[in-house]
């Protein structure tokens, strides 16, 4: 059942004592015209904002009033709409949100949502105003597991992920990124995709100082880690993570696209598991009420933590969503939580049943791999994951109709070839042709055409292989004979990667060194290149 209410003026909420009567929810969207975060006497309210509290969504009346039931426990939000740019709360996220909580909550380690002093809440809103350096596509960058278990690790974030962000953004003016819904250079809106502290919920604080540097509107989906662990059931679970960083279902709507961010952990304290992948019931009111409102010729991105593919996700929560989804024609499933890089692509087998596969990019970890390894000389480790990606941030470009491009970016990489190599240093000449030259193409699926090439001669494909990264493996082996620690976490035991292929050396080339070329032709970035190299060497039995 649809559950979009439309609104026609409300006149009570004019009456002082009415507005005054506890509890109220309601209030008003205006026009921040001049910016200054107050109402003046020439900014009008604005018609047609969808306001939701998670379950119901409404619509603002010509005066640009709302009004939702009242609820305790339920967080209201505007859904922000396309051509506006959304008010700062003071630790600058976007203030686009309220809780309703009269009563106390559980008594919880990290706080929860204190109680509220009742009364209505009115949302500024201020009109983009367009630049000439803009172009004609949405920028988003997109994190998933910062996953920091303390300050060190916030530090960590901040200097290998944060500041890569704005460095590459500073040197790659070409894409002349901002100057339309913010100030900074970086992109027009961030997500995170969860596990953005390791269960240290006080971490929030520092955490979001380090990502607001960017100027960016950032909006965070929860993870398994965001959870209030000494929580009694699943509804208390978020309390903590929604004080911070607002509703656990969320919308924002730009010209290029719609995004919907979903707690999809449901957390079942006391069992084994102790969570495991899907929806609630009031997120499927929400959808049902919200999805027919949007304007199916943008993108529909939905951003949530855990993968929608494989068997941590209820199969059942899966269906309904997919039934919800399969008449958009454009749609993108964002997720993150294994701390590797993948594209899945839903069919029948997965409850897809859509006139093309959906596609899934699961977005590989900010944190890698729980930010272990070997220290490098700015004293932040590897982080490399398990399946050979190295730790970064991604970046969705949205254009019209529905197009879009996604990338993945190392974190502090110059070269940014997006294709990591390893090759034996030196091979015996004339040797049996037995050892290979591995490329991990970190954006690569099974459609993806890589090659190579020895000493500028003929370009050979490569063969896509389901092992792990010799790169990780040599790191493995490293610490095991290793005779002291050589970090504070090793890196984890490297598993079969979905993005690897291998290319066969020759021996039987003169003696000396020997150029590798590699060519990997990305659907999005196009041709990428990397280079390495080894050596053969004459020998006697």
Request: contains cysteine; charged residues 25%.
């Amino acid at each position: 059942m649809r559950r979009l209410l439309f609104l026609v003026p409300l006149l009570w909420l004019a009456s002082p004592a009415a507005a005054s009567s506890p509890p109220c929810n309601a209030g008003l969207v205006w026009e921040d015209r001049n910016g200054n975060g107050l109402r003046d006497a020439d900014e009008p309210g604005l018609p047609d904002v969808k306001v939701s509290d998670g379950v119901d969504v409404v619509r603002t009346d010509a005066d640009g009033r709302y009004r939702l039931p009242v609820v305790d426990g339920r967080s209201v939000f505007v859904i922000k709409p396309a051509g506006y740019v959304a008010a700062r709360r003071a630790d600058g996220l976007p203030d686009l949100w309220r809780h309703i909580r009269t009563a106390a909550g559980p008594d919880l380690r990290y706080g929860g949502i204190p109680v509220e002093a009742p009364g209505c809440r009115d949302f500024a809103l201020r009109a983009a105003r367009p630049s000439p350096n803009r172009q004609q596509r949405l920028d988003v960058l997109l994190l998933a597991d910062p996953q920091a278990k303390s300050l060190q690790d916030v530090d960590y974030y901040r200097r290998d992920i944060i500041d890569s962000i704005k460095r590459d953004a500073a040197i790659d003016m070409g894409h002349r990124f901002g100057g339309f819904y913010f100030d900074g250079l970086a992109g027009d809106l961030g997500l995170s995709l969860g596990d953005i502290a390791d269960d240290d919920l006080s971490l929030y604080p520092a955490l979001t100082a380090a990502t607001t540097r960017l100027g960016v509107p950032w909006l965070h989906a929860a993870g398994n880690h965001d959870i209030d662990l000494d929580a009694a059931n699943d509804e208390d679970s978020l309390l903590t993570f929604r004080r911070h960083y607002g509703p656990d279902t969320h919308a924002w709507e730009e010209p290029e696209a719609i995004f919907v961010l979903l707690d999809d952990v449901i957390h079942q304290p006391g069992t084994k598991p102790a969570y495991v992948g899907g929806l609630r019931e009031d997120q499927f009111a929400f959808l049902q009420a919200y999805l027919p409102t949007v304007d199916r010729q943008r993108l529909l991105v939905v951003g949530a933590h855990m993968p929608f593919f494989g068997s941590d996700f209820r199969a059942a929560d899966r269906a309904r969503l997919f039934a919800l989804l399969r008449d958009f024609p454009h749609v993108l499933l964002l997720s993150g939580h294994t701390h590797t890089q993948r594209h899945w692509y839903h069919d029948a087998a997965t409850g897809w049943h859509g006139a093309r596969p959906l596609h899934e990019y699961n977005v590989g970890a900010a944190c890698g791999a729980f930010w272990s390894g070997v220290r490098d000389a700015d004293g932040i480790p590897d982080a490399t994951m398990a399946d050979g990606t190295p730790n970064g941030y991604a970046r969705l470009a949205v254009s019209s109709g529905g197009r879009y491009a996604l990338s993945w970016h190392a974190a502090r990489d110059p070269d940014d070839t997006g294709i990591g190599l390893h090759a034996p240093k030196v091979l015996r000449q004339g040797a049996y042709p037995a050892w290979g030259v591995y490329a991990n193409v970190y954006m690569g699926d099974d459609d993806t055409r890589v090659e190579y090439r020895i000493d500028g001669g003929e370009w050979k494909p490569m063969k896509r292989v389901e092992q792990p990264d010799p790169r990780v493996l040599r790191e493995n082996l490293r610490d095991d004979t290793a005779e002291a620690l050589r970090g504070f976490d090793r890196l984890p035991e490297a598993k079969p990667s979905a993005h690897l292929w291998r290319g066969a050396l020759p021996t039987d080339l003169a003696e000396g060194e020997h150029r590798i070329d590699v060519r990997a032709f990305d659907r999005w970035r196009g041709e990428l290149r990397a280079r390495t190299g080894y050596r053969l060497e004459q020998a006697s039995p």
